[in-house]
Protein backbone atom coordinates (compact mmCIF):
# COMPACT_ATOMS: atom_id res chain seq x y z
CA UNK A 1 0.00 0.00 0.00
CA UNK A 2 2.99 2.22 0.23
CA UNK A 3 3.21 5.13 -2.34
CA UNK A 4 5.48 5.73 -4.52
CA UNK A 5 8.32 8.65 -4.47
CA UNK A 6 6.63 10.43 -1.16
CA UNK A 7 6.42 13.85 -1.29
CA UNK A 8 7.80 15.48 2.16
CA UNK A 9 5.23 15.83 5.10
CA UNK A 10 4.12 19.29 5.55
CA UNK A 11 2.68 20.44 9.01
CA UNK A 12 -0.63 22.27 9.17
CA UNK A 13 -1.66 25.76 8.16
CA UNK A 14 -1.94 28.74 11.26
CA UNK A 15 -4.92 29.50 12.54
CA UNK A 16 -7.14 31.21 10.20
CA UNK A 17 -8.34 35.21 11.20
CA UNK A 18 -10.40 35.81 8.40
CA UNK A 19 -13.04 38.24 9.50
CA UNK A 20 -15.09 37.71 6.75
CA UNK A 21 -19.40 36.51 7.16
CA UNK A 22 -19.18 33.23 8.65
CA UNK A 23 -21.54 30.33 8.58
CA UNK A 24 -21.74 29.83 12.51
CA UNK A 25 -23.90 32.63 13.19
CA UNK A 26 -27.00 30.93 11.57
CA UNK A 27 -25.38 26.96 12.72
CA UNK A 28 -22.40 25.92 14.43
CA UNK A 29 -19.66 24.50 12.10
CA UNK A 30 -16.42 22.62 13.06
CA UNK A 31 -14.22 24.35 10.24
CA UNK A 32 -13.08 27.01 8.48
CA UNK A 33 -12.31 26.64 4.85
CA UNK A 34 -8.51 27.27 4.32
CA UNK A 35 -6.48 28.14 0.36
CA UNK A 36 -4.02 24.93 -0.20
CA UNK A 37 -2.75 23.12 -3.05
CA UNK A 38 -2.98 19.16 -3.17
CA UNK A 39 0.39 18.17 -4.33
CA UNK A 40 0.60 15.06 -6.65
CA UNK A 41 1.32 12.66 -3.62
CA UNK A 42 -1.75 13.80 -2.00
CA UNK A 43 -3.82 13.27 -5.13
CA UNK A 44 -1.87 9.75 -6.19
CA UNK A 45 -3.23 8.67 -2.47
CA UNK A 46 -6.87 10.20 -3.22
CA UNK A 47 -7.06 7.98 -6.16
CA UNK A 48 -5.12 4.67 -4.41
CA UNK A 49 -6.52 5.04 -0.94
CA UNK A 50 -9.15 6.62 -1.36
CA UNK A 51 -11.41 3.71 -1.85
CA UNK A 52 -10.54 2.51 0.94
CA UNK A 53 -10.84 4.76 3.40
CA UNK A 54 -12.72 7.48 2.84
CA UNK A 55 -16.38 7.15 4.35
CA UNK A 56 -18.98 9.38 2.45
CA UNK A 57 -21.30 11.44 4.58
CA UNK A 58 -24.54 10.18 4.95
CA UNK A 59 -27.48 11.55 7.10
CA UNK A 60 -28.51 8.42 9.30
CA UNK A 61 -26.56 6.50 11.87
CA UNK A 62 -22.70 5.00 10.65
CA UNK A 63 -22.60 1.11 10.94
CA UNK A 64 -18.81 1.47 12.79
CA UNK A 65 -18.21 -2.26 12.95
CA UNK A 66 -18.92 -2.28 8.58
CA UNK A 67 -16.47 0.69 8.35
CA UNK A 68 -13.85 -0.40 10.13
CA UNK A 69 -14.52 -4.20 9.63
CA UNK A 70 -14.80 -5.06 13.50
CA UNK A 71 -15.71 -3.93 16.45
CA UNK A 72 -13.55 -2.01 18.71
CA UNK A 73 -13.49 1.59 20.96
CA UNK A 74 -13.73 4.35 18.88
CA UNK A 75 -12.44 7.49 18.53
CA UNK A 76 -13.60 10.67 16.86
CA UNK A 77 -11.27 13.52 16.02
CA UNK A 78 -12.45 16.45 14.81
CA UNK A 79 -9.73 18.87 12.10
CA UNK A 80 -6.79 16.95 12.26
CA UNK A 81 -4.66 19.20 10.14
CA UNK A 82 -2.27 17.50 7.55
CA UNK A 83 -3.09 14.57 9.83
CA UNK A 84 0.62 14.36 11.56
CA UNK A 85 -0.47 13.79 15.02
CA UNK A 86 -3.23 11.39 13.63
CA UNK A 87 -1.38 9.04 12.21
CA UNK A 88 0.78 8.67 15.53
CA UNK A 89 -1.88 7.91 17.79
CA UNK A 90 -3.72 5.77 15.33
CA UNK A 91 -0.37 3.35 14.97
CA UNK A 92 -0.06 3.79 18.52
CA UNK A 93 -2.92 2.66 19.72
CA UNK A 94 -4.12 -0.16 16.63
CA UNK A 95 -6.75 -1.51 19.15
CA UNK A 96 -8.70 1.64 18.49
CA UNK A 97 -10.73 2.57 15.16
CA UNK A 98 -10.31 6.12 14.62
CA UNK A 99 -12.85 8.19 13.00
CA UNK A 100 -11.82 11.50 11.54
CA UNK A 101 -13.68 14.34 10.26
CA UNK A 102 -11.47 17.02 7.85
CA UNK A 103 -12.85 19.22 5.14
CA UNK A 104 -9.30 20.60 4.09
CA UNK A 105 -8.44 18.49 1.31
CA UNK A 106 -4.95 18.94 0.88
CA UNK A 107 -4.91 18.18 4.84
CA UNK A 108 -7.61 14.81 4.00
CA UNK A 109 -4.62 13.77 1.30
CA UNK A 110 -1.73 14.38 3.64
CA UNK A 111 -3.36 12.04 6.03
CA UNK A 112 -4.28 9.92 3.29
CA UNK A 113 -0.69 9.75 2.40
CA UNK A 114 0.57 9.16 5.71
CA UNK A 115 -1.72 6.07 5.94
CA UNK A 116 -0.75 4.99 3.08
CA UNK A 117 3.35 5.32 3.74
CA UNK A 118 2.91 3.90 7.45
CA UNK A 119 -0.05 1.08 6.69
CA UNK A 120 -2.03 2.25 9.02
CA UNK A 121 -5.48 0.35 9.09
CA UNK A 122 -7.40 1.95 11.66
CA UNK A 123 -8.30 4.95 10.42
CA UNK A 124 -11.15 6.19 8.01
CA UNK A 125 -11.86 10.01 7.33
CA UNK A 126 -15.06 11.44 6.97
CA UNK A 127 -14.51 14.72 4.72
CA UNK A 128 -17.44 16.60 5.80
CA UNK A 129 -18.17 18.84 8.88
CA UNK A 130 -18.07 16.80 11.84
CA UNK A 131 -21.02 19.09 13.45
CA UNK A 132 -23.42 17.49 10.32
CA UNK A 133 -21.18 13.87 11.20
CA UNK A 134 -22.28 14.03 14.84
CA UNK A 135 -25.54 15.03 14.35
CA UNK A 136 -26.70 12.60 11.77
CA UNK A 137 -23.91 9.72 11.82
CA UNK A 138 -23.38 9.05 15.53
CA UNK A 139 -25.91 7.88 17.89
CA UNK A 140 -25.41 8.57 21.66
CA UNK A 141 -23.02 6.71 23.78
CA UNK A 142 -20.99 5.18 20.74
CA UNK A 143 -17.91 6.53 21.04
CA UNK A 144 -14.86 5.66 23.67
CA UNK A 145 -13.60 9.05 23.18
CA UNK A 146 -13.03 12.55 21.03
CA UNK A 147 -9.72 14.60 19.97
CA UNK A 148 -10.22 18.20 19.20
CA UNK A 149 -6.26 19.29 18.94
CA UNK A 150 -5.91 23.00 18.13
CA UNK A 151 -8.89 24.53 16.67
CA UNK A 152 -8.73 27.47 15.54
CA UNK A 153 -8.38 29.96 18.30
CA UNK A 154 -10.14 33.49 16.80
CA UNK A 155 -7.75 35.46 18.78
CA UNK A 156 -9.85 38.36 18.41
CA UNK A 157 -12.58 38.81 21.13
CA UNK A 158 -14.73 40.07 18.56
CA UNK A 159 -14.61 36.37 16.97
CA UNK A 160 -14.38 34.62 19.89
CA UNK A 161 -18.08 33.43 19.12
CA UNK A 162 -16.85 31.45 15.97
CA UNK A 163 -15.04 29.15 18.73
CA UNK A 164 -15.65 25.71 18.41
CA UNK A 165 -16.02 25.03 22.38
CA UNK A 166 -19.25 25.99 23.31
CA UNK A 167 -21.47 24.80 25.51
CA UNK A 168 -24.11 23.15 23.00
CA UNK A 169 -21.15 21.73 20.95
CA UNK A 170 -19.74 20.41 24.06
CA UNK A 171 -23.07 18.76 24.91
CA UNK A 172 -23.22 17.22 21.84
CA UNK A 173 -19.83 15.43 22.27
CA UNK A 174 -20.45 14.24 25.72
CA UNK A 175 -23.76 12.69 24.88
CA UNK A 176 -21.93 10.46 22.11
CA UNK A 177 -19.75 9.23 24.27
CA UNK A 178 -20.15 6.27 26.18
CA UNK A 179 -20.01 6.29 29.95
CA UNK A 180 -16.22 6.75 31.07
CA UNK A 181 -15.24 7.96 27.64
CA UNK A 182 -12.95 10.73 27.26
CA UNK A 183 -13.12 14.16 25.53
CA UNK A 184 -9.44 15.92 25.28
CA UNK A 185 -8.80 19.07 24.01
CA UNK A 186 -5.61 20.77 23.40
CA UNK A 187 -4.49 24.37 22.27
CA UNK A 188 -1.77 26.70 22.55
CA UNK A 189 -3.75 30.23 23.05
CA UNK A 190 -4.31 30.61 26.95
CA UNK A 191 -7.17 32.73 26.14
CA UNK A 192 -8.82 29.74 24.77
CA UNK A 193 -7.69 27.20 26.82
CA UNK A 194 -9.62 29.56 29.99
CA UNK A 195 -12.60 29.37 27.75
CA UNK A 196 -12.15 25.53 27.02
CA UNK A 197 -11.73 24.77 31.11
CA UNK A 198 -14.97 26.77 31.73
CA UNK A 199 -17.28 25.80 28.86
CA UNK A 200 -15.96 22.04 29.99
CA UNK A 201 -16.56 22.40 33.38
CA UNK A 202 -19.98 23.63 32.87
CA UNK A 203 -21.08 20.13 30.99
CA UNK A 204 -23.05 18.14 34.12
CA UNK A 205 -22.51 14.91 31.78
CA UNK A 206 -18.41 15.10 32.26
CA UNK A 207 -16.23 15.47 35.07
CA UNK A 208 -12.38 17.12 34.82
CA UNK A 209 -9.14 14.00 35.07
CA UNK A 210 -7.25 16.79 36.97
CA UNK A 211 -7.41 19.73 39.24
CA UNK A 212 -7.92 22.44 35.87
CA UNK A 213 -5.41 21.70 33.09
CA UNK A 214 -3.93 18.03 31.99
CA UNK A 215 -0.22 16.67 31.75
CA UNK A 216 -0.26 16.04 28.47
CA UNK A 217 -0.77 12.24 27.58
CA UNK A 218 1.68 10.04 26.29
CA UNK A 219 -0.46 9.32 23.26
CA UNK A 220 0.16 12.90 22.03
CA UNK A 221 2.46 13.72 20.13
CA UNK A 222 4.56 16.88 19.27
CA UNK A 223 4.14 17.78 16.11
CA UNK A 224 6.67 20.26 14.26
CA UNK A 225 4.24 23.49 13.96
CA UNK A 226 3.53 23.27 17.97
CA UNK A 227 7.57 22.31 18.52
CA UNK A 228 8.75 25.73 16.98
CA UNK A 229 5.72 27.39 19.10
CA UNK A 230 7.36 25.82 22.51
CA UNK A 231 10.80 26.58 21.44
CA UNK A 232 9.35 30.67 20.94
CA UNK A 233 8.29 29.96 24.28
CA UNK A 234 4.18 29.51 23.70
CA UNK A 235 2.55 27.68 26.19
CA UNK A 236 0.46 24.52 25.30
CA UNK A 237 -2.55 23.47 27.70
CA UNK A 238 -4.79 20.07 27.33
CA UNK A 239 -7.82 18.96 28.90
CA UNK A 240 -9.46 15.70 29.44
CA UNK A 241 -12.83 15.11 30.42
CA UNK A 242 -14.40 11.82 31.61
CA UNK A 243 -17.73 10.91 30.82
CA UNK A 244 -19.68 10.71 34.01
Same mark, same amino acid.
Given at each position: ?T??????A?D????????S???L??????????????????A???S?????????????P +??????F??? #?P?? @? !???? $?????????A????E?N????????????????R?????????R?C?H??????????Q???????H????????K??H?????I?PG??????????P??? +?????????? #??Q? @? !??L? $?????R?TAAD?A??PD?RP??????????LG?????L?????
Open positions: MLPDPDPHGAPPSDDPPHPHRRLKSFVRRAGRTTDGQRAFELGPLFLLPYQEA +LDIEAAGRA #ATV @L !EIGF $GMGEATAHIALLPKFLCCEVHEPGVGALLKIGEQQIANIIADAVDVIDHMLPGQLAGVVFFPDPWHKRNKRRLQFVRKLAQRLAGGY +LHCATDWQPY #AEM @L !EVQ $GEPLLNYPKYLTKFENRGLKHGVWDVFQRA
